[in-house]
């Protein structure tokens, strides 16, 4: 993991096998599957649910700064607690819980390298006793918008012609599927992608044991295989924000791009709104703003 820009950010098994007592340390699982801590997890892991913890009930966002600061309470977790975060499908949701705490300021963030699968591989223990940690102290910042971008900032991205990321299945992008099997509920009316997005699938940031690539094939993939540059302007998504908070992580910690936004209103906003610009087919295809309705 040396080779990574930012190294810290990744944690192995061993080393949160070596903290699991450490107060200073709170584990943290976020899967897709919930069932999945039930069954078992990291011994003193808490859990953190993308939808019952931190999407807001009433409002399509995320919970408010002082609904983090509760939620970070109620989990353990302080101000200077050193949050390392695990999940399944090679940490995808792990990527986005880890996305959400860093938008509310937290700078203690990690990511066990690999997740559940790494760790079932390593041999190590799971536990599925209750876990009720002591109460920490939290006081969250603003919003930190340099991390995430609205469909406004999208539309101006993408007719500047600026580095935008699909990191949906080729099928996804080329509009041939407008959901995915699993999630009926979370289509759109129309399918294909944003305008100018090249077209680079999640799962090829990962090994088979749900480890990252080394930094020299990620460097592959993206600055020679697809021309990115570090220090452009760069917004990623994919069909809520989920998968492409992994990519994200990939391009700011592990490549060291300077300025990249995780798009999570994604294709199920984009796809969905009214006179917005799409393109189907293989090629990423050019912005064009609709034509204005003539009026009689």
């Not at 021309?227 to 994200?248: D, F, H, M, N, V």
């Amino acid at each position: 993991m040396a080779d990574y820009v930012h190294p810290e950010v990744l944690v192995s098994t061993e080393w949160v096998a070596a903290h699991l007592d450490d107060p200073a340390v709170r584990i943290v699982e976020s899967d897709e599957d919930r069932a999945l801590y039930v069954q078992g997890h990291v011994p003193g892991a808490v859990e953190i649910d993308w939808i019952t913890d931190l999407q807001d009930a009433t409002c399509r966002d995320y919970i408010d700064k002082a609904a983090f600061e509760r939620l970070c309470a109620e989990k353990g977790i302080s101000n200077d607690t050193t949050v390392v975060f695990y999940g399944d499908k090679s940490n995808w949701w792990a990527c986005y819980a880890f996305w959400v705490f860093k938008l509310y300021g937290h700078d203690k963030c990690r990511i066990m390298n690999g997740g559940r699968k790494r760790w079932e591989l390593d041999g190590r223990a799971w536990s599925s006793d209750r876990v009720s940690p002591p109460r920490g102290r939290y006081s969250a910042a603003e919003q930190d918008g340099s991390i995430r971008a609205l469909r406004d900032e999208v539309l101006k991205h993408c007719r500047a012609g600026k580095q935008l990321l699909d990191v949906r299945s080729p099928e996804e992008y080329r509009g041939e599927r407008m959901h995915m099997p699993d999630y009926p509920n979370e289509g759109a009316c129309r399918g294909g992608h944003v305008p100018g997005a090249v077209n680079v699938p999640w799962p090829m940031n990962c090994n088979d044991d749900g480890t990252f690539k080394s930094a020299k094939d990620l460097e592959k993939l993206y600055k020679k295989l697809h021309g990115l540059k570090q220090r452009s302007p760069t917004i990623a998504y994919c069909r809520i924000g989920e998968r492409s908070s992994l990519t994200w992580f990939v391009l700011k910690y592990l490549l060291g791009f300077t300025n990249v936004k995780n798009y999570d209103g994604s294709w199920l906003e984009w796809g969905n709104c009214v006179r917005v610009p799409i393109a189907k087919g293989p090629e990423p295809g050019a912005f064009a703003v609709p034509a204005a309705p003539a009026h009689p």
